[in-house]
């Protein structure tokens, strides 16, 4: 395990890292990221291994030259370090499928269940919507509710499982992208298969910050979320689940004989990954995965909750500040904090962090609405004005709050300049240059277009009111 060099400093330096960005006082300020959640920057060794792989970079599973045979060595050697980072062995009967990330990978297996649309799949009002919308359209869905502070507890998924014909599937998240909260995920599983019900985690958020849970039958998770920013994620599952029936996709590579009006689709993995792979990501994928590792969970996971603590505490302390989800003293949370000001729309607040203090980070419902209205405590009718608004085209008023969420590089430092910035938000100073909102995104930016990236053309929202 590699020493930190400062106990204040972050594990390790990103990409991009003190990079300048004009602010409306005409200063420019190094950018202080703070919106891992959505993605990390990536590593330098992931970079290099990128750029020492590209000299040798031809088709995978295609191509009899010396340099095809390379490409494919990389590229089924990183399915093995995917599979072994699920915390699977080889040959112990489970297949990594490399995708382009989480949304694909959950769309991926909900098609190869097979559902019928009467099967039940149990997911969770925490999810994210790529953990929602993929079972709502094909089958029935059955909710784990939560409390008002955003979790529940092992009975809860255990009742929801029980209380109707046994379903298809439990589909859970392993952290939450809106509160950082870990559900007990270990005991979830296991429950889950005392009730002979197979469980998918969805572990989008949990990849970069902790151990995935190796009990779990299907595990999804996303390159970009992990230092990796190279296009590829992963669907591992049990290679029995993918034996039989038509592939997600359909194409070259994934077949042993093909007729015009017959097809012999070969063995997973390959039958699961039709079309030309993408090698590159998962050239990345395999040096990030071996850079969490030379780093250790244990150092993460204690960088992690040190920077949850501070950031939590400092933005509770401040008047006008309202932390969502629940307080579990740093361990059982990621680093990342959600929370929303009395009297400054969220959408302002994220701006106003942008362009003032060149601090970047997340704002809206992050994909999770259910979760959202929950957590926010909306009721009926605010909820029906609010869909109201939208069918309308308007989404100056959405629901929302914003989110601060670190990484690898972010320092003890960084947690207090997003505190301050924060706090001088919330002191009701009045903004030093005038907003201006776009009712379609409900954005806000700068009249003067001082901080608009260089290149023209209006601001596209950052909102993901929308999504
Ligand atoms: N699940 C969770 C918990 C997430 O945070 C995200 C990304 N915000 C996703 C799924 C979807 O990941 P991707 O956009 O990489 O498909």
């Not at 059955?142 to 507890?153: I, L, P």
């Not at 869909?387 to 989110?403: F, L, N, Q, S």
Request: aromatic share 6%; with cysteine.
């Amino acid at each position: 395990m590699t020493a930190r060099p400062h106990p204040e400093a972050g594990l390790r330096a990103l990409v991009g890292d003190g990079s300048m960005v004009p602010c409306v006082d005409g200063h420019d300020r190094p950018y202080l990221n703070l919106d891992a959640a959505a993605s990390t920057s990536a590593l330098p060794v992931v970079v290099r291994a990128v750029e020492d792989f590209l000299p040798c970079y031809a088709s995978v599973h295609r191509g009899a030259g010396h340099k095809s045979q390379q490409s494919t060595r990389a590229y089924e050697a990183a399915r093995a370090a995917a599979l072994g980072f699920a915390g699977r062995s080889p040959g112990g009967g489970d297949v990594a499928i490399i995708c382009r990330n989480t949304t694909e990978a959950i769309n991926h297996l909900a098609y190869r269940l097979r559902l019928a649309a009467d099967d039940v799949v149990v997911t969770t009002v925490v999810e994210h919507h790529a953990n929602l919308l993929p079972w709502g359209r094909l089958c029935r869905r059955r909710f784990v509710e939560c409390g008002s502070d955003g979790t529940f507890g092992v009975e809860e998924v255990a009742a929801a499982v029980d209380a109707g014909p046994r379903p298809r599937l439990l589909a859970v998240t392993g952290a939450s992208n809106v509160t950082g909260w870990q559900p007990p995920i270990d005991d979830i599983v296991r429950a889950a298969h005392e009730r002979d019900v197979p469980v998918l985690v969805d572990a989008a958020q949990l990849a970069a910050h902790r151990p995935l849970p190796a009990d779990a039958d299907f595990v999804a998770w996303s390159g970009h979320k992990m230092y990796a920013p190279f296009g590829a994620g992963v669907l591992v599952g049990p290679t029995a689940a993918f034996a039989d029936g038509d592939p997600f996709l359909a194409g070259g590579g994934a077949v042993d004989l093909v007729d015009l009006d017959e097809v012999a689709w070969t063995d997973p993995p390959d039958r699961e990954e039709a079309g030309s792979p993408n090698v590159i990501g998962a050239v990345a994928l395999h040096a990030a995965i071996d850079e969490l590792g030379r780093i250790g969970w244990d150092a993460i996971i204690d960088h992690d909750t040190r920077l949850q603590r501070r950031l939590r505490a400092g933005l509770v302390a401040i008047p006008g500040v309202n932390v969502l989800g629940p307080d579990t003293g740093g361990g059982a949370t990621l680093p990342l904090v959600t929370f929303a000001v009395t009297g400054v729309p969220h959408a302002l607040v994220a701006a106003r962090l942008s362009a003032e203090h060149g601090i970047g980070v997340r704002h809206g419902c992050f994909c999770a609405h259910p979760y959202l209205v929950r957590l926010l405590g909306l009721g009926p009718d605010e909820i029906a004005r609010h869909w109201d608004a939208v069918r309308h085209g308007d989404h100056r008023d959405m629901p929302g709050a914003i989110r601060a969420s670190a990484g690898l590089s972010t320092s003890i430092d960084d947690i207090d300049r997003l505190v301050s910035a924060v706090a001088d938000i919330a002191s009701g100073r009045p903004t030093p240059v005038a907003y201006h909102q776009d009712p379609r995104t409900g954005d806000f930016h700068p009249e003067d277009g001082s901080t608009a990236p260089a290149g023209g053309g209006r601001a596209v929202g950052a909102s993901c009111a929308r999504g």
